[in-house]
């Protein structure tokens, strides 16, 4: 079984995937992580590089690779993806369980991480908390746009502000997964 977990940035994709897929004994692969190591670059150099559209074709390059080079189970965190018509294949197979994680404005808000040139990531609260106003609307905004694409194809998960700990029991739960891999 495949489990994507998708959802915009800061809604918790890694941190919920790797204790997921930890409690299923499943493989856990972040998307982010996978693209700078199959382009030997830093995510600040890959998103200057091509328009949205060739760098969301060769995310889903680097997805399909990483589904197909193991068949043990995995879970794997999708970095936020506008065109999806390259996933058609693995989102319709009856072996992947799409699931769009989603919490509220505040919540993911609050979990606001930035990163730097060098892909460091770290916390800014004083800048975060100055610029508040902007970061809340560009949140909303995130979530009507992907929220419209993932509602296509992925079954939704509200994580309610939970830890990592609860959503993957959660999860678990509600999906019935069972550790099979």
């Not at 897929?21 to 982010?32: E, K, M, V």
């Not at 993806?81 to 319709?92: A, K």
């Not at 560009?138 to 419209?148: L, M, R």
């Not at 993932?150 to 309610?160: I, L, Q, S, V």
Request: contains cysteine; proline residues 1%; aromatic residues 10%.
């Amino acid at each position: 079984m495949d489990i994507l977990l998708f959802g915009i940035s800061n809604v918790g994709k890694s941190s919920t995937g790797k204790v997921l897929a930890q409690s299923l004994g499943f493989d856990f692969y972040d998307l982010d992580d996978e693209v700078k190591k199959a382009f030997g670059i830093t995510l600040e150099e890959f998103v200057s590089t091509g328009n949205l559209e060739e760098r969301d074709c060769k995310r889903c390059c680097v997805l399909k690779d990483i589904i197909s080079k193991s068949n043990r189970s995995k879970v794997i965190a999708v970095t936020p993806i506008s065109n999806v018509e390259h996933l058609s294949d693995i989102v319709s197979n009856d072996n992947t369980l799409s699931i769009e994680l989603q919490d509220s404005v505040e919540n993911i808000f609050d979990r606001l991480v930035f990163c730097d040139e060098n892909d460091i990531i770290y916390k800014d609260d004083e800048y975060k908390n100055e610029h508040r106003d902007y970061y809340m609307e560009d949140i909303i905004e995130d979530q009507k746009w992907y929220g419209s694409i993932y509602a296509g194809f992925c079954r939704a998960f509200d994580m309610n502000g939970d830890s990592p700990e609860e959503s993957a029991s959660r999860i678990i739960s509600e999906f019935n997964i069972t550790a099979k891999r």
